[in-house]
């Protein structure tokens, strides 16, 4: 069990190994959910992403359109660990 200190702030550090442990890096947020024993849960806040944040990405990226026969091909040879 880790043991952390409370400053006159109110604030507490975390240990680097929780960190690690929890996959939270410098600048990432942590969210904490408090349970009705007075316990919490921690967990690193990963944002939630939408299809429709992704539909549409590439548009516009690339001259090309490549057919669905292509694409077929290069996940094909992408399987197969072929470039």
Known sequence: MTTLTVTERGQVTFRKDVLQHLGIRPGEKI????????????????????????????????????????????????WAGKR
């Open 31 to 78: 969210a904490l959910d408090k349970l009705p024993d007075g316990r919490v849960t921690l967990r690193a806040a990963r944002p939630a992403g939408k299809i429709d944040n992704f539909l549409g990405l590439l548009a516009g990226k690339r001259k090309k359109v490549a057919s669905l026969k292509e694409i077929d091909e290069a996940a094909a040879a992408g």
